[in-house]
């Protein structure tokens, strides 16, 4: 099967500076990868996807990096928001079409 | 509407009392996915479907839980017996289906979930 970790729980930052999201994964067959933020009372929202055979993709104001070799996937925000504040998720698609799996959640806090 | 929508928001239950969640996908959307997110905690797969097919129910945890979708849109998710630690949000999705190359999100769009508390 897959399972998904992410290495902190929470992470607070200021506004302005960059923030780091990290994820593990375990399944090195694994080849579509999704990051979502989640505000409080909603559902998973979209942020930015990768596949495979790329290491990095950017999006307006974030980057999701790919290592497949250490099977580590990161979230890059640029000069972060108090919009920002969220709980993140990196999802692995288990097959193609099919279930994501998600890890447990990185909680950003954003102080003004 | 534009979104997916679930109904109720918020659903208190007496333990052993019967449940029903209900998802509306967004209009043409093939797959339909249900997850449970525990407080604190990421979603997790319980069942999907394509148009009125229940491809994968291998997330349900009990014979107590069972989804529908019998004319291949409008989703519910029954829970029989409700018990304590099914208090969670359930939460819907939908996407076109399929694999859509060379878009991205494989078209999952989430609605806001319905939170269930039982007491």
């Known amino acids: 099967g897959e399972s998904v970790g992410l290495h902190l729980p929470t992470l607070s930052v200021q506004e302005g500076d960059n923030s780091i999201i990290n994820c593990a994964y375990s399944?090195?067959?694994?080849?579509?990868f999704i990051w979502y933020k989640q505000e409080s009372g909603k559902g998973p929202q979209f942020i930015i996807d990768?596949?495979?055979?790329?290491d990095k993709r950017q999006g307006q104001r974030v980057t999701v990096l790919l290592n497949k070799t250490v099977k580590h996937l990161s979230l890059q925000i640029a000069a972060t928001q108090p919009g920002d504040s969220a709980v993140y998720f990196c999802a692995v698609l288990y097959n193609q079409g099919g279930k994501l799996i998600f890890g447990q959640g990185t909680e950003l806090s954003v102080k003004p | 509407g534009a979104g997916v929508s679930q109904s109720p928001r918020y659903k208190v239950a007496k333990r052993g009392q019967d449940v029903a969640l209900r998802c509306d996908p967004i209009?043409?959307?093939?797959?339909l996915f249900w997850y449970q997110q525990a407080l604190g905690q990421g979603p997790e797969f319980l069942t999907y479907?394509?148009?009125?097919?229940?491809?994968?129910k291998s997330g349900l945890p009990s014979d107590r839980f069972f989804a529908e979708r019998p004319e291949g849109s409008v989703s519910t998710l029954k829970i029989q017996r409700t018990q304590q630690e099914d208090s969670a949000v359930y939460l819907c999705?939908?996407?076109?289906?399929?694999?859509?190359?060379?878009?991205?999100?494989?078209?999952?769009?989430f609605g806001s979930g319905t939170r269930l508390t039982v007491v």
């Open positions: 990768i596949r495979s055979n790329m």
């Open positions: 999705a939908s996407s076109l289906g399929g694999r859509t190359r060379g878009r991205g999100n494989y078209g999952y769009t």
């Open positions: 209009s043409g959307h093939v797959s």
């Open positions: 399944n090195s067959a694994s080849d579509y």
């Open positions: 479907f394509q148009n009125e097919a229940q491809l994968d």
